[in-house]
């Protein structure tokens, strides 16, 4: 794939580049689709760009294509994914290219779909010059982590997200609300939650931060993403933050099958739906958890903490991405470790950082992806 890449002009891989960065502009509006940018380059000047920017919407090389109207014949498309070749919500979008007469394809990753793959064969088959995939794995999963890894394992995606002073806490001391991170990261984790179907929070962080889990710093995404609660024991307020605005935002509570019918009727009456999963010798069994989440439709999960739910996750190999939000503060000993005792058994090799790390405010974002196969 290295070859591939150094085989390509530098104008063609600033193309590409171009269609990825268009492409992360769908965040929150296409999920479970993809993120897709196009770009159409014809003699060295773009004369059409687009992105999939609605679920259900037009593609990205079918915007692309519209802008470039008769400027497409004999030109080259530039994709972040292989162009879809099945009839979907919408027409396929080979068939497409190859009536505007592009005579050349490059795409960045190849599109995981039974149905919708094959794109580029059938472009090739059709006597089109197709370059791709360009990206290495990584790189592709990086893009798209949850629709890659819902199309190999039919499992949810769950992402990790933790804010940590620079000696590793998550907060000043057991069950007091810390603040970590500043207004601009806060801020971010708003955006991320809204290309996530579901936010997760264990029982502690719960009662010691009481937080909404909503999406309100951030231009809000096609759906809001559902609350989940592991609560083993039921112990959840009625009164809390997290079980306000439960018609628009769905809260979601999952106990241990023996905790207190008495909360478990408490907690529904209180809006919440209630899902009753076996015990673990800590907490729940998570894959239990996550089966259910499966059947509810959630494809990709973001979970916020706490400590415990964090390291249980890890250890059992749960987790696919890690968000580490790193703050330049110290909590000292008083304060809360990310993880708790067992971590070191979590497959850490196997994470390989996604994208470069980005700044906010004074904080850092380093994203880690967790490589199959490694
Ligand atoms: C592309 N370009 O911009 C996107 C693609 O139901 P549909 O018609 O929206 O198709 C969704 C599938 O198409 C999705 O699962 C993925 O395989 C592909 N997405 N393909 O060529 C795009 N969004
Ligand atoms: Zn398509």
């Not at 729940?284 to 739910?309: K, N, Q, T, Y």
């Amino acid at each position: 794939m290295a070859e591939l890449r150094a085989g390509l002009a530098p104008s063609d891989r600033a193309f590409l580049e171009r269609a990825r960065v268009l492409a992360r502009h769908g965040w929150g509006q296409v999920h479970p689709n993809p993120l897709v940018g196009c770009v159409i380059e014809k003699d060295g000047a773009v004369v059409g760009e687009g992105f999939h920017a609605r679920f259900g919407g037009p593609h990205a090389e079918i915007l692309a294509l519209e802008e470039a109207l008769h400027r497409a014949n004999g030109a080259t498309a530039f994709v972040s994914l292989e162009p879809c070749d099945h009839h979907g919500k919408t027409p396929p979008c080979t068939e497409a290219l190859l009536k505007a007469g592009v005579a050349r394809v490059v795409f960045g990753a190849s599109d995981p779909g039974a149905e919708s793959g094959g794109g580029a064969e059938r472009l090739r088959r059709e006597g089109i010059e197709v370059v791709g995939p360009v990206w290495g794995e990584g790189e592709a999963v990086a893009e798209n982590p949850a629709f890659h890894h819902t199309a190999r394992a039919s499992r949810p995606f769950v992402a990790l997200k933790l804010a940590l002073s620079l000696d590793g806490r998550i907060a000043a001391a057991r069950g007091e609300r810390s603040r970590v991170t500043g207004g601009e990261a806060e801020k971010e984790v708003h955006r991320l939650r809204s290309g996530f179907d579901a936010i997760m929070i264990g029982a502690a962080t719960a009662r010691v931060d009481d937080p909404q889990l909503t999406v309100r710093l951030a231009p809000e995404g096609r759906a809001a993403p559902r609350r989940l609660l592991l609560d083993p024991r039921a112990t959840l307020p009625s009164d809390a933050a997290l079980l306000r605005d439960a018609e628009r935002s769905p809260v979601h509570v999952f106990t241990r099958l023996d905790a207190p019918e008495v909360d478990m009727e408490r907690l529904e009456g209180a809006g919440a739906h209630v899902h009753p999963v076996p015990a673990a010798a800590e907490g729940l069994v998570l894959d239990a958890v996550l089966d259910v989440c499966w059947e509810l439709g959630l494809r990709a999960i973001l979970c916020e903490g706490g400590s415990r739910l964090a390291t249980s996750l890890l250890r059992e190999d749960l987790v696919q991405r890690l968000y580490l939000f790193l703050a330049p503060q110290a909590f000292g000993p008083s304060g809360v470790p990310a993880f708790g005792p067992g971590i070191a058994g979590a497959p850490w090799g196997a994470f390989a950082p996604a994208f470069p790390p980005e700044l906010f405010g004074r904080d850092a974002l380093l994203v880690f992806d967790r490589r199959t196969g490694a």
